[in-house]
């Protein structure tokens, strides 16, 4: 009976992780959610787009991807998830190995809109993963990015 409990234990746990991974957005619908970011500060303005990505029935977060949006001097302009972050210039910031933000910065500028990859908490854990964002300019001059898990 022992190895019958271990084996439903363990297939327990593998659908519990096939769920929660379920549940985690790729790439693509980052980098999709991001262009119909950019389509609502271009179309709506960017204080009607900050409620609508702040709003959970807004339309902007999907699975476990939200919106942000940055000035290109590394100002948080908006964060769906952690409005705390307003106003912060997170230019310098460096905490996992990687200048993610200036990176950001560095693409809205040179490009427009690009990938940028780092790496950052696994929700639930305090495990660091690779994550990646798609950033975009939008017509009121600064960008706004989605990020998913690699």
């Known amino acids: 009976m022992t190895k019958h409990l271990l084996a439903t234990a363990a297939l327990f746990g593998a659908a519990v992780s ?47 991807l939200y919106v942000f949006c940055m000035d290109l001097d590394g100002v948080m302009l908006s964060h769906a998830m952690k409005p705390e972050l307003v106003g912060k210039n997170l230019l310098d910031f460096n905490k996992y190995g990687d200048e993610l933000f200036r990176n950001m910065v560095g693409v809205a500028k040179m490009s427009g809109e690009g990938w940028v990859d780092y790496k950052w908490p696994y929700p639930g854990s305090d495990e660091i993963r690779e994550k990646t964002s798609y950033v975009m300019t939008n017509k009121e001059g600064f960008f706004c990015g989605v990020g998913a898990y690699k």
Do not use: H, I, R, Y
């Open 18 to 64: 096939l769920a929660l991974a379920s549940d985690m957005a790729t790439p693509d619908e980052a980098k999709t959610l991001s262009q119909k970011a950019q389509t609502a500060v271009n179309e709506m303005g960017k204080d009607k787009a900050f409620a609508a990505f702040a709003a959970d029935d807004g339309g902007f977060k999907e699975k476990d």
